[in-house]
């Protein structure tokens, strides 16, 4: 089964009005390849959710980037998944490191996070990774799993998720997983896919790279077999990100 190429733009917590506006006119004149071939979500802070969602071409969908784990209510701060699917907005991106790391989000706590953003209808771009001090004392494998089994333990439905993986230490850095590394973490999480949860999980389920992806580098990561997309930080707010998206006809050819 062919799996879509999936391009996911996180643009973190940057952006005035008139930056937003300047990003999406640049998206929606690009030339691009068509849904058939590639989906694509951008994820703008909360604040310009609605703004983006209204100037957006049809073809591209938006993403949060968070939401909370469960019911909205006296959570000062937070943004409930009810929030989100009231004012349609498809996708959320959980358990990205940053918040992992600065927030101190836990394995468990992304696993809830995850189940219950798709209990309320929402699609989920899950994110795993490790440290540089992890893949160095050779742990990566074991890192990703028991990120991936947190998620796995939650979630009935493999449907609406989309598995990012994102090394830690390649978020932002400008060193990037060289695309064989990319592709033997992939590959090995859609081994542990297929042992842990089954052999049609493992084969549907789009496992996206991240990680300091950029024009110059997405063509040879977009053919490596278990890579399926990427979700892009910093590229995101660039021209670049539309050259990033037309990778997807790499997996094509």
């Given at each position: 089964m062919a799996r879509k190429f999936f391009i996911g733009g996180n643009w973190k917590c940057n952006?005035?009005?008139?930056?937003?506006?300047?990003?999406?006119t640049t998206l929606n004149e690009a030339e691009v390849p068509s849904e058939d071939v590639v989906e694509v979500v951008v994820s703008p802070p909360f604040v310009f959710l609605n703004f983006v969602k209204s100037l957006l071409r049809a073809d591209f969908h938006v993403a949060a980037q968070n939401?909370?784990?469960?019911?909205?209510?006296?959570?000062?701060?937070?943004?409930?998944?009810?929030?989100?699917?009231?004012?349609?907005?498809?996708?959320?991106?959980?358990?990205?490191?940053?918040?992992?790391?600065?927030?101190?989000?836990?394995?468990?706590?992304?696993?809830?996070?995850?189940?219950?953003?798709?209990?309320?209808?929402?699609?989920?771009?899950?994110?795993i990774g490790e440290t540089l001090e992890e893949r160095e004392s050779g742990s990566t494998m074991a890192v990703v799993a028991a990120q991936t089994k947190a998620i796995a333990e939650k979630v009935t439905n493999w449907d609406r998720v989309v598995l990012a993986y994102e090394p830690v230490w390649a978020i932002g850095t400008g060193k990037v997983a060289t695309p064989a590394q990319a592709q033997d973490v992939h590959c090995d999480l859609r081994k542990w896919l297929r042992e842990n949860v089954s052999a049609d999980v493992a084969e549907s389920t789009r496992i996206i790279y991240g990680g300091s992806v950029n024009g110059a580098n997405c063509k040879e990561l977009a053919v490596q077999p278990d890579v399926d997309g990427f979700l892009v930080g910093g590229a995101s707010l660039k021209p670049e990100f539309v050259d990033i998206i037309k990778s997807a006809t790499e997996k094509k050819n």
């Amino acid at each position: 089964m062919a799996r879509k190429f999936f391009i996911g733009g996180n643009w973190k917590c940057n952006g005035t009005t008139e930056e937003v506006k300047k990003i999406v006119t640049t998206l929606n004149e690009a030339e691009v390849p068509s849904e058939d071939v590639v989906e694509v979500v951008v994820s703008p802070p909360f604040v310009f959710l609605n703004f983006v969602k209204s100037l957006l071409r049809a073809d591209f969908h938006v993403a949060a980037q968070n939401c909370w784990v469960r019911k909205g209510g006296a959570f000062t701060g937070e943004i409930s998944a009810e929030m989100l699917v009231n004012l349609s907005i498809p996708w959320v991106i959980i358990g990205h490191s940053e918040r992992r790391a600065l927030l101190n989000e836990s394995n468990e706590f992304v696993g809830d996070k995850v189940a219950y953003a798709l209990s309320q209808g929402l699609k989920v771009i899950a994110c795993i990774g490790e440290t540089l001090e992890e893949r160095e004392s050779g742990s990566t494998m074991a890192v990703v799993a028991a990120q991936t089994k947190a998620i796995a333990e939650k979630v009935t439905n493999w449907d609406r998720v989309v598995l990012a993986y994102e090394p830690v230490w390649a978020i932002g850095t400008g060193k990037v997983a060289t695309p064989a590394q990319a592709q033997d973490v992939h590959c090995d999480l859609r081994k542990w896919l297929r042992e842990n949860v089954s052999a049609d999980v493992a084969e549907s389920t789009r496992i996206i790279y991240g990680g300091s992806v950029n024009g110059a580098n997405c063509k040879e990561l977009a053919v490596q077999p278990d890579v399926d997309g990427f979700l892009v930080g910093g590229a995101s707010l660039k021209p670049e990100f539309v050259d990033i998206i037309k990778s997807a006809t790499e997996k094509k050819n």
